[in-house]
């Protein structure tokens, strides 16, 4: 998918190819004034009409076609916030003056702001993604993800698959696109989407300056969801799903954002073990046997930390 960009996305079914795009964009600045924020958006204040009713901590704000721009906080060190809902997002396309990328490089270029939410979806018209296909591996456990809490939704708008959870830093949700937008007949429209907050939002903003939508889109994804074939015991080592492969395209994984602190490597595991159990360990493996001992360690009963799970997937990048 390298060679997709970040564009619009139509509500339309037909011929279209299938797209990437900003599909939600929340961000807080220092300034108080909200003419900065027009100018900053490179919008036209004229289009927006005035609402004095409390929206997020802010008692005023200026709204036009899906974009908010709130102001009067309780105190100054609120700010303002700008909220671009998906619809706003289809609106600063079509009306700024900018482009995406010159406001992203505003944002991420000065403390003055900080970026709370970023929504970015890959809609699917061709039938890239079938959801029963995927629903089933999700069914039967068949992947591996970082995100610690899972769901699946049934209704009157089809499935919806959930990895995260809505307050998270990180949630990639999958859903019929179609039957959400209740059009008639038959047709295809499945739309996955990774919602990011703070930190890792700002990180995709960043990348998103030098690198391909597709590939930067899909080496997220990769890396925080794996559809898989259960063709081993601990599921980390198990083949990626053929069809999950083929649309990832063989990118490498991309991490957004790297927690701060005592950080596990291989070596560091390694010297814990030798100092720590290495006396135990020689001792059970000569007299058992190392292939043996590799056994019992294998088939033990507990369960693998996500921070080992993370060692082995770095080192087998």
């Not at 964009?25 to 609402?51: C, N, Q």
């Not at 939704?153 to 990180?170: A, E, I, M, N, V």
């Not at 814990?272 to 360990?281: I, L």
């Amino acid at each position: 998918m390298d060679n997709l960009d970040y564009v619009a996305v139509a509500d339309s079914f037909g011929s279209r190819s299938n797209t990437i795009s900003f599909d939600w964009l929340t961000f807080t600045g220092k300034s108080l004034d909200p003419d900065f924020y027009f100018s900053l958006l490179g919008l036209d204040r004229s289009h927006f009409e005035v609402i004095d009713k409390y929206m997020n901590g802010y008692a005023h704000r200026y709204y036009c076609e899906g974009i908010s721009i709130m102001y009067g906080g309780h105190d100054d060190s609120m700010g303002c916030c700008v909220n671009i809902s998906g619809s706003g997002c289809r609106f600063f396309e079509e009306s700024s003056k900018y482009d995406w990328k010159e406001l992203i490089s505003l944002l991420v270029s000065s403390d003055s702001f900080h970026v709370t939410r970023l929504d970015v979806a890959y809609d699917d018209y061709t039938g890239v993604l079938d959801l029963s296909v995927l629903r089933s591996f999700v069914d039967s456990g068949s992947f591996v993800s970082r995100c610690r809490s899972w769901s699946v939704t049934y209704g009157s708008t089809g499935t919806t698959l959930y990895f995260g959870s809505r307050k998270s830093d990180f949630m990639i949700r999958i859903y019929d696109k179609w039957a959400e937008q209740h059009k008639q007949g038959e047709g295809h429209w499945v739309r996955l989407e990774m919602q990011m907050r703070d930190k890792h939002a700002t990180e995709y903003l960043k990348k998103s300056l030098s690198m391909p939508a597709g590939e930067l889109f899909c080496g997220v994804l990769f890396n925080y969801l794996r559809f898989v074939d259960l063709d081993d015991s601990n599921k980390s080592r198990c083949s990626v799903a053929s069809f999950w492969r083929i649309f990832c395209d063989g990118v490498k994984r991309i991490r957004l954002w790297t927690k701060r602190g005592i950080v596990v490597t291989i070596d560091k595991l390694a010297d814990y073990v030798v100092r720590q159990a290495g006396n135990a360990f020689w001792t059970v493996a000569h007299c058992l046997g190392l292939e043996y001992t590799y056994t019992l360690i294998r088939n033990r009963a507990t369960d693998l930390p996500d921070k080992y799970r993370r060692v082995i997937d770095e080192y087998n990048c």
